[in-house]
């Protein structure tokens, strides 16, 4: 569900990531695993829009990003991509469900507290729907990112080192529920990794 053709990226004279093609169907299941600092995150921000590539090509659910821009890539990624990073990016003046409800705005959709809710509900987190972001735990705040991710049905889910900082028993909850939320949904899962850990939960697997 995503294609990447002759990508580069540099900063200033020194390129930090060189893709010559990478291909991913739907509801495909990949590992991205390197060290840190082999582009990893670079890339993963490059899939989500987040970041202009120098040079190169990368198609989402057959769009090229670098067609979009402004509202156009605000709105085409918040119904195609969802996104986990190391941080949470929960805003912290918002309770959990109305963070949920930002998500659905800014992806043009309805604003539905009940299908925010349901998502919720997925991943046994609904207590926590009225708490701020400052009162979860890092696991309840965890799937409140997964649950944003998975919110809006996105043809591809981009995980960058979901596992960081976790002990073994959450990080192995955290890419079970990554793992059956995506194939439920038949979503393209990308997870990004260099926690040797996850390595067992994928059958395609891409050295960087």
């Not at 010559?20 to 495909?28: L, V």
């Not at 082999?38 to 829009?49: D, E, P, V």
Request: proline share 2%; glycine share 6%.
């Amino acid at each position: 569900m995503f294609h990447i053709q002759q990508l580069k990226h540099q900063y200033q004279d020194r390129i930090v990531l060189s893709v010559d093609e990478m291909i991913a169907t739907q509801g495909e299941q990949i590992l991205l695993k390197g060290s840190s600092g082999s582009g990893k995150t670079t890339l993963f921000h490059i899939l989500a829009g987040l970041l202009k590539p120098t040079t190169g090509k990368v198609s989402i659910a057959g769009k090229d990003l670098n067609t979009l821009q402004g509202a156009a890539l605000d709105q085409f990624r918040g119904q195609h991509i969802g996104m986990i990073f190391q941080e949470t990016h929960l805003i912290k003046t918002l309770n959990v469900i109305d963070n949920l409800v930002l998500a659905q705005y800014m992806a043009g959709k309805a604003q539905d507290k009940k299908q925010c809710m349901s998502s919720l509900e997925k991943l046994n987190i609904t207590h926590v729907a009225k708490q701020f972001p400052e009162q979860l735990s890092r696991g309840e705040a965890q799937r409140v990112v997964i649950a944003r991710a998975l919110l809006n049905q996105p043809s591809v889910i981009l995980a960058d080192e979901p596992t960081a900082s976790l002990d073994d028993k959450n990080a192995e909850a955290v890419i079970n529920l990554l793992v059956s939320q995506a194939q439920s949904q038949q979503a393209t899962l990308f997870v990004s990794t260099h926690d040797s850990r996850v390595t067992h939960y994928f059958k395609k697997i891409i050295s960087f």
